[in-house]
C-alpha cells in the first residue's frame, strides 16, 4: 500500500533562513504528489501540487517542492521564511490508479526564531 | 463559491450521545473525504464517495461510524453512540476528478469532544 513518511515531526528555524521539509512516499508508480499548509484551528490549504513534467514546482507563498523519482522524495522548500509561516506543513500522495485516494504524512510542525 | 462549509464548527457531547457531522462540498465537485485529526494518529481517511455513491469506506473505525450523501451537495457523518476515544478534528473535503487536477479542498473542520 502508498504510504507518505515525514521523518521531522518538528522544526525550528530563524526568520529570513531557508528551508526544506522532507517527504518519502512509497508506491510502484509515480503517484500524485501535494503539500497542504494547516494554520492553528483551519482546515487544510493546498500549496502546491505535482502531476507530471517539470519536477521542480512552484505553489503559494514563495514554496517551492522538487519530486525526486530515483529518492522518491518530493521536498518542499522557501528560500527565506516569515514568521507567518509557522504552521503544521503535510505531504500526501494520490496514487495514479485512483487519483481521488489523497493519503497525508504525519506533518511537520515548523516554528519561527524571531 | 463558499468552498467546503462544515457545521457544526464545533461539538461537545456526552459518552453514548448521537453525534451529526455535516457537510456541504463545494458545487460541482464530485468527489468527497471525510477525514479525522488526532494528535496521536494523524490524518485518517475515513470514507469518500463518489457521485454521492460510497467508494472506500475501509477507514471506518468500526460500526458506531457511518456515513451518507443523499445528494450530491450534502454529507452526514454519524457517531452513534459516541465515545471519548472519538473527540478529534473532522474534516470534509471535496475534489473535481473532471480533468487532471484532483486537488482536494477543505473545510474549516468540526471539532468533537465527547466527555
Known amino acids: 500500500a502508498q504510504s507518505v513518511t515525514q521523518p521531522d515531526i518538528h522544526i525550528t528555524v530563524s526568520e529570513g533562513a531557508s528551508l526544506e521539509l522532507r517527504c518519502n512516499y512509497s508506491y510502484g508508480a509515480t503517484p500524485y504528489l501535494f503539500w497542504y499548509v494547516q494554520s492553528p484551528g483551519q482546515g487544510l490549504q493546498l500549496l502546491l501540487k505535482y502531476f507530471s513534467g517539470d519536477t521542480l514546482v512552484q505553489g503559494i507563498k514563495g514554496f517551492e517542492a522538487e519530486f525526486k523519482r530515483s529518492q522518491s522524495s518530493f521536498n518542499l522548500r522557501k528560500p527565506s521564511v516569515h514568521w507567518s509561516d509557522a504552521a503544521e506543513y503535510f505531504c500526501?500522495?494520490?496514487?495514479?490508479?485512483?487519483?481521488?485516494?489523497?493519503?497525508f504524512g504525519s506533518g511537520t510542525r515548523l516554528s519561527i526564531r524571531p | 463559491d463558499a468552498g467546503v462549509i462544515q457545521s457544526p464548527r464545533h461539538e461537545v457531547t456526552e459518552m453514548g450521545q448521537e453525534v451529526t457531522l455535516r457537510c456541504k462540498p463545494i458545487s460541482g465537485h464530485d468527489y468527497l473525504f471525510w477525514y479525522r485529526q488526532t494528535m496521536m494518529r494523524g490524518l485518517e481517511l475515513l470514507i469518500y464517495?463518489?457521485?454521492?455513491?460510497?467508494?472506500?469506506d475501509s477507514g471506518m473505525p468500526e460500526d458506531r461510524f457511518s456515513a451518507k450523501m443523499p445528494n450530491a451537495s450534502f454529507s452526514t457523518l454519524k457517531i452513534q453512540p459516541s465515545e471519548p476515544r472519538d473527540s478529534a478534528v473532522y474534516f470534509c473535503?471535496?475534489?473535481?476528478?473532471?480533468?487532471?487536477?484532483?486537488?482536494?479542498?477543505f473545510g474549516q473542520g468540526t471539532r468533537l469532544t465527547v466527555v
Open positions: 464517495f463518489n457521485n454521492n455513491v460510497p467508494i472506500d
Open positions: 500526501a500522495v494520490a496514487p495514479y490508479s485512483s487519483a481521488s485516494k489523497i493519503i
Open positions: 473535503a471535496s475534489s473535481f476528478r473532471g480533468s487532471l487536477n484532483t486537488e482536494a479542498f
